[in-house]
């Protein structure tokens, strides 16, 4: 099973601002057409908690894509029981669960935490990462962990005219 990750970061490493836990609010509309159009090519999306959180009031549900949340409190997301599903499995168990239900791609979508959980688990094939122009005094590391992990650059695009890069960065295995 192919697992794949998405993320947009400021220059100093940060993929949230300090001022507001709503990513979609600091990056370009370049990066929110990107996103949109790499994440509907998952019918299988895993969020950490603290993410989907962010995203309860616009997050729409559809009955081909799968949401799989990551939490030890379900009883958190109390009417959400139907349109997505809740898992405390660790990531290689959580995948090979899937992969047995007959997936074979997903996309990881954040936060920090999760991220870190399936890179330490070296799991993560693809790495979309938009790098914004901007610096943040405070935020959250997209990288929380000392990680030692090769990847190889396998695409790289401007998006907009103050540079926003979008990058993907492909596993090496060694
Ligand atoms: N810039 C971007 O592209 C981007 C993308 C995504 C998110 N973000 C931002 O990142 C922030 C959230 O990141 P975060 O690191 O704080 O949180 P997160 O990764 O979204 O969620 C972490 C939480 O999920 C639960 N969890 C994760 N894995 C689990 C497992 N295997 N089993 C059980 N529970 C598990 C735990 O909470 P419980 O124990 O409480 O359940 C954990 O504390 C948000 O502000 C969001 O806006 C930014």
Redesign the pocket.
Known sequence: MVIDA????SINGL??NGEG???RKW?SEEDKISYWNIRSQYNLLI??????K?MLNTFKHRDDVTVIV????PE?FQGWENKVEF?????QE?VDSLEKRGFNKALV???????N?FLNSELINDFYL?IEPVVFPSG?PLF?TDIQQNFKLISIEKLNDNGTLQLTYRKVLL
């Open positions: 998405i993320t947009a970061m993929i949230t836990s709503d990513v990056t969020v950490g908690g603290n993410t989907f962010t990551l939490t030890n409190h958190e898992s405390s499995s660790k990531p959580l979508i954040g936060g920090s935490y999760v991220y959980s938009t959250t929380l």
